[in-house]
């Protein structure tokens, strides 16, 4: 006797539907020079890029914030 296993029909997600498969977050990239906010070392300036990497200088010291770049908003 062969036993067949079958796996369920991946259902088809509606645009306008509220139980929206959640999307990969979008990775903000920075550049030298530009203003940020983090949200516990507050204002910024990027000093250095790096890949998967930023150096933020936030005026009483530097900080190297990593990739995904957690409460890190360009101004």
Known sequence: MEVMTTRPAQRR????SPFKIPSEPRI?????????NHDTYGLGRVIS???GAVTVDFG???RRIV???HGLAKL
């Open 13 to 16: 997600q509606l645009p306008n």
């Open 28 to 36: 903000e990239r920075f550049a030298l020079e530009d203003r940020v």
């Open 49 to 51: 890029t790096e890949e």
């Open 60 to 62: 009483s010291q530097p």
């Open 67 to 69: 990739s995904p770049y």
